[in-house]
């Protein structure tokens, strides 16, 4: 649906962005983007100072986070001033351990997030090179260090073991935002391997014999450098269970996990018996059950009784948990005993579908890139006799795989209808295979319209209807949901940024609301992010998840390209079966390529809608909705325009003024210098022999003042040339959305 989608919206604009993306240096406008934080944690009720990096993070004024738990100031140097792109971070003893966002707040705005990582483990960053064994990094046991990959080498660290006692080596990368996928061993004194990881991960290890142990990581490329950041820890892991690991980010897929739903059901931890035993455990029916996948190859089996007519939901949460596995659950019905036994197939359970449709490969995409869907499984059995039966679940990938850490929570319960919701920011699409997968923090320009993409995973039958609706918006900005109808599975959420927003910043809300039994049941709806601006999917792999919160912002300093409104701002009524002239208000402040901008409709109702074109300058424009050809029925809509234009983005034409003016005043400045110099140089010349020492000293003095005067005047035009040079027009081609309208739609009179 969504490539069918996509095609009509642009496929009429072909020949403006196929010409256009020859020449097109961005795709999409200049968004604020954090993309690195060192070190990447901090030890709770301690302070560390950090420094960030990113772009177009320009007048950055904070760096917040996502708990109030953890606060940042600027760094002030010697001379009182704030170090740029420096913080003292500052963590509350009482911060619970986890990943939190770190943003920084920009001239446009709030930045994209990068992951922070707060723990109770003492922190280290390290001083100097660490690439042999001769340099190894001591690492005291339960401590965390943070670093970089080093380009075409190896890092070496060591840790004394004791005989027996079980500790766990685990690096942080993916998990933290880095693009590190790094290979971990750990050697012995003499450097020789004893046990290898080259996913990435953790190691499990029991010392053999006392003595020092080398940790080598490398990167699996050799590649390193500032984007591939590691928080590599050292833990006692002694005692039974999975060894500790570090807190992660969470999937995109992890939304559709709601365990708080199930609280009230009776707990049952699977029996640690062999596979190979064939050993099923009895159960009843409501139950949730914690299990683990380990040993390699385990299946766990369960019975119950069931009733004719019953009705039984199971759903297993593990790759949603953010284990590489993939769970698998078969029922079938026990028919005789002993050695009469007999197994008759029920059904099979497998992952649960993206509710959109998602990239054919890992490269190019023709859907969005966020995959909403799961391996785990989530579906029903419905019981046609009365009887014994047996669950078996298991990891398809367990034949690979022997780690006790790949847990499962199997939850087996009667319908509870319900749903879970994600959203993201509407990406676009330049021709087919030429994707970029971005992130899109909510920086709001004055009058834009940001869309947002909202899914649903529907549970247990839940089939109707879903209000999408913002809350704790800031001071400027309004939000409108295009619903999602009954039986389908996407809506939209539009934010709008007034045209005079001021600079404001605030946290958030995105919900969902459907009627069940009577009840308006209200549901939060994740959003999810990439990890990092893709710019061409082609040649990197985009790394999407979810994200804490969702910070709405305006920056205050530059307005939208265009916007674009219905004239009036009302609700606009027709009657089914007739035509529906909407006209539209352009306001364009930017200079843009091509002849037209190709408008497609948005909403439920509306999507079948021909595209119409709005000449480029044109003040004003008409959507025509022809309700009969639609075939919209009776009722209350809300709709949008969306399509695609090229505009001549100028970056920051404040900060070209400001360097004209401080340019004016450093040659201003230089000429009076150099003046007031060239005279004291001539006054020394002639000065008297009881006046000449102090002349020579005048003069020489008004030389060195010339020189710092010179070198301002130096500084300033480089800077001048800077900022003229940034803000020279780029052809750059963006999603332009409509503010939403409401339509009402009243019946037809009978004849």
Known sequence: MYHSFVSRAFVGAASLWLAAASFAQEVCLPAPRLLTVMPMGGQAGTSVEV????????????????????????????????????????????????????????????????????????????????????????????????????????????????????????????????KLKAVLIIADAQGHDVMVNRTGGALDFTPPSDGKYFIKMNSLTYQGGPNEFYRLALMDASGPGPAPRQPSTKSVSAFSWTPEEYANLPKIAAAESGSASGAVQKITLPCEIDGRFFPAAHVDRFEFTAKKGETWWIEVASERLGLPTDPFVLVQRVMGEGAQEKLVDVAELNGIPSPMKVSTNGYSYDGPPYDAGSADPMGKIEIKEDGVYRLQVRDLFGGTHADPSHVYRLVIRKAEPDFALVAWALHMTLRNGDRNALSKPVALRDGATMAFEVVVVRKDGFDGEIDLSMEDLPEGISACGLKIPAGKNKGMMLITAAENAPRSLAIAKLVGR??????????????????????DAMQEIPAPRLMADMPVSVGGSEAAPVSITASENKTWEATAGDKLTIPLKITWRSEFSGTSIKLKALGDGFEQMKDFD???????????????????????????????????????????????????????????????????????????????????????????????????????????KAVTAAAAPKDTVDIVVSEPIRVVIKPAEKK
Request: include cysteine; aromatic fraction near 4%; proline fraction near 4%.
């Open 51 to 178: 420094a960030i990096t990113g772009e177009n993070i320009e007048e950055t004024s904070a760096l917040l986070f996502s708990t109030p738990k953890i606060t940042a100031k600027a760094k002030i140097a010697a001379d009182g001033k704030a170090e740029p792109n420096k913080f003292v971070v500052t963590i509350a003893p009482d911060a619970p351990c986890g990943v939190y966002e770190a943003r920084v707040m920009t001239r446009l705005g709030i930045s994209a997030s990068r992951a922070f990582s707060v723990g109770t483990m003492a922190e280290v960053t390290p001083a100097k090179a660490h690439n042999s064994l001769e340099t190894a990094l001591d690492l005291k046991l339960n401590s965390v260090c943070n670093a970089v990959m080093t380009q075409r080498a190896v890092d070496f660290y060591s840790f004394e073991g004791t005989k027996g006692k079980r500790v766990t080596v685990d690096c942080a990368a993916a998990g933290i935002d880095s």
């Open 514 to 535: 459907a009627q069940m039994n009577g009840q308006t049941v209200i549901r939060p709806c994740s959003v999810a992010s990439m990890a990092w601006p893709a710019k």
């Open 614 to 720: 709005v000449p480029i300058k044109a003040t004003s424009s008409e959507a025509v909705l022809d309700l009969a050809t639609l075939k919209t029925p009776p009722g209350e809509y809300t709709l949008a325009f969306y399509g695609g234009a090229v505009t001549k983005y100028r970056n920051d034409l404040d900060a070209v003024k400001t360097a004209e003016q401080e340019q004016k005043k450093a040659e201003e400045t230089a000429a009076e210098v150099a003046a007031a110099a060239k005279k004291l140089a001539d006054e020394a010349k002639t000065a008297p022999a009881e006046r000449k020492a102090e002349a020579d000293s005048a003069a020489k003095a008004a030389a060195e003042k010339l020189k710092a005067a010179d070198a301002t005047k130096a500084t300033a035009e480089s800077r001048m």
